[in-house]
Structure formats: C-alpha cells, structure tokens
C-alpha cells in the first residue's frame, strides 16, 4: 500500500475536510449574522420614513358623502368655508365637515369634526385642525387620524411645521398665553409660558430645534412687538430677542434663507436666524391685506392710505421693493410660486414677475372667493363649487 493511500493519510484528509467544512460553515454564520446586523441598523436609521406609511392605519377615516370623481365639485352647504393644500391633495373644512380632495376631484374621506369653531393649518402631508376658543386640536393625513388631544386651557391659535411638530397657543387663568409644542405622534416636548405678552405668531426653524415668536404687549398705551428665538430642547431663557422701536401689530410670519421675515400691519422686517441682527426692512404706507413670502422673492398686498387702492408690491429678500402695481380691490389671497406671483382679480386669473411684469392673463367663467396653486393647477373656490384651471 503507497503512503498515499494509507489510512493514516485518508484519515488526516477526511479530518482537514472537516475542519474546512466547519470554517466554511461559520463564515456564512457570520456573514448572516453581519447582514442582520447591518440591516437592524438600516431599519433604526430610517424607521420613521419605514412606517410613515402605516401612521394612523388604525383610525383610518372610511366616510365620504359622496363618491364622484371630477370637476366642478358642488360645495356643501355652510356658513363658511376654508381651503387650503397639503401636498398634492386639497381640503375644504365647514362648520360640520373636513373634506379632503385629490386632484382628481374625488374625495379622500368626509369627516363630521363635532368642533364649534373648526380652523385649520397644514403642511405638504397634514392637517391640523383645532377647535378656536375651546380645547380640542387634531392631526390628520390624507386618509387617516393621527392623534387627538384636549387641553384643559384654551386655544388661541395653532401652526405647523414642516415635520408635523405642532405649536398650539392657549389662553390661561395665570398667563397671558402659553405655548404647547407636540412631535408628529401627539407626544408633548416643548411648554413656553408668557405672562403680560400676547403671543401672535409662531414658526419654526429649518431643522426645527429652534421656535421664531412673535408678541406684543401695550407700554405707556402703545403696543410694541418683540420677537424671540426659543431652544425647544432646552428650559434656558431666549436665545436672542429682538423689540421693535415703533408701534406695529404682526400679522404672519415666514422662516427661510438663514432669515426670519416679520409682516407687520405696516412695515415688513427681516432679522437673521443665527444672532437676531437685522437683515432688511421696509415700511407700508398703507395697511397689509394679504402676502406670501414662501416663494424665491416676497409679495404682499396693501391698502394703500392715500389712495384707498390696493396695491401689490414685491420684494426681493432683504426688503428691496423690485415692483408694484395697483390691482382689484376683491383680492384676498395672493401665492408664491418660484419667481412669479398668483392672484385671481376680476374675473380673471393673473401672474407678475419680479417686474410685476404679467406672465399669465387667463379669463375665468365666474367670480371666485380664494384658490390654490397646486403645481400646473389652479383649484378655484366659488360661491356653490370647486373649479379647476390648468396652466
């Protein structure tokens, strides 16, 4: 017998067989012990994104009142109506009912809300309702009821931001206002409380650590505004503070390009993010109607006090004026979109460039009170429906 074949050497093969076997064997382990690993941690990482679609799937809303698809959307009786957008979806809140649309003209769901006096807010993927003067404030996506809450002071007004954190201000016994701030899950993590301010706006940053408030309260029988930057994770005071040296109500506010923009009734200002300096200003000769600074310039309609015209005036972002221009006294809306402006004026649907130069003249068939603009579409609010124009 060769040494080869011997069966000492068969032996010592069929053991090194063996034991490469098991080598083998507890690679694999460890590279799907490796993956697992790897993918728990892809899965924490982007767990909010992961479930998103399955938030609410619980309190799914299923009621409509009515299944047709198409425009016009005949309105519902009531004594008011709001509309507004939320991604590329529309909703329509009554004093009974928060309808929400798509853009095929169908309904989402119909919600009787039971509130008595139902005000909204929304962002591009919900809805905010509250009940003004009374307690009760709910968010909702498309489809669904996120979370409901009831407060035992309250509610002033509320705002929301782009991640669905909601800021709702309340009325108390011991304070003039406090600020309530809850994550998109209805979990509580932020309470500022002010006892001689009224608080009028209030708006979040970019990465939203950080709240932009507006107050104002009555000094020697003059209101003054300041305005404050609050660290939502910390207890601390304001992390700046800026008061205005004359007497001005604001009526918005907007949070963008490192800037945070201040519509008063009559004068405009823009403090920097980071130290509160101020970044431009611009004064109103006249009484702000109705603005939008969420597009690349900022634009606002006054009623001029010389003239009793209303006037609209665009503004670059450190509060240059680039154009104005005097248009129909009905206007009550105006949107920003890009570097053009919208607004809907005697019978006829306008646009203006920074030149107040117009990019678009479309005639209407009737007479309408508000719209959205909704990427190519123009959703238009009229006295008994919904009518749609695409550009």
């Not at 382990?29 to 490796?34: D, H, R, S």
């Not at 107050?215 to 930057?229: A, D, H, L, M, Q």
Request: charged share 20%; hydrophobic share 35%.
């Amino acid at each position: 017998m060769s040494e080869n074949n011997s069966p000492a050497k068969q032996t010592g093969d069929l053991m090194e067989y063996r034991k490469k076997r098991k080598q083998k064997r507890l690679i694999v382990k460890l590279l799907i012990v490796g993956l697992i690993f790897v993918a728990i941690i892809v899965i924490a990482v982007n767990f909010s994104a992961i479930i998103e679609p399955f938030k609410g799937i619980a309190s799914r809303i299923e009621t409509k009142t009515s299944d047709d698809v198409g425009f016009p959307i005949k309105l519902p009786g009531s004594a008011s109506y709001s509309f507004d957008s939320f991604g590329n979806n529309f909703l329509l809140l009554t004093d009974t009912y928060l309808y929400t649309f798509g853009m095929n003209g169908g309904q989402n769901y119909a919600l009787r809300h039971g509130y008595s006096n139902p005000t909204q807010c929304s962002n591009s993927k919900r809805i905010l309702l509250y009940d003004k003067d009374y307690n009760d404030f709910s968010l909702y996506s498309d489809t669904s009821l996120i979370y409901s809450i009831k407060l035992d002071e309250k509610i002033v007004f509320a705002s929301l931001s782009n991640n669905d954190d909601a800021a709702v201000v309340t009325n108390s016994d011991r304070y003039s206002n406090i600020i309530y701030i809850y994550n998109g899950k209805g979990e509580w993590r932020y309470t500022r409380k002010f006892i001689d301010e009224n608080v009028m706006n209030v708006c979040f940053s970019s990465e939203e650590k950080y709240v932009y408030i507006s107050t104002i309260n009555v000094e020697n029988g003059e209101i003054f505004s300041t305005i404050y930057k609050y660290d939502t994770t910390s207890e601390t005071e304001a992390v700046w503070t800026y008061k205005l040296p004359s007497s001005c109500i604001p009526v918005d506010m907007y949070v963008k390009n490192g800037r945070v923009y201040i519509i008063y009734d009559n004068y405009v200002l823009a403090l920097n993010e980071a130290d509160g300096a101020v970044a431009g200003d611009a004064s109103i000769s006249g009484t702000v109607q109705c603005c939008d600074f969420s597009g690349s310039n900022n634009s606002l309609v006054y009623l001029d006090s010389s003239t009793n015209r209303k006037v609209l005036s665009i503004m670059n972002n450190d509060l240059t004026v680039l154009s104005t221009k005097v248009v129909n006294t009905t206007i009550n809306r105006i949107t920003e979109d890009g570097d053009n402006v919208y607004l809907v004026e005697s019978g006829k649907l306008s646009g203006y460039n920074s030149s107040a130069e117009a990019v678009l003249e479309k005639q209407l068939n009737d007479d309408y009170m508000s719209f959205l603009k909704i990427g190519k579409n123009v959703l238009l609010l009229g006295y008994n429906s919904v009518d749609i124009e695409t550009l």
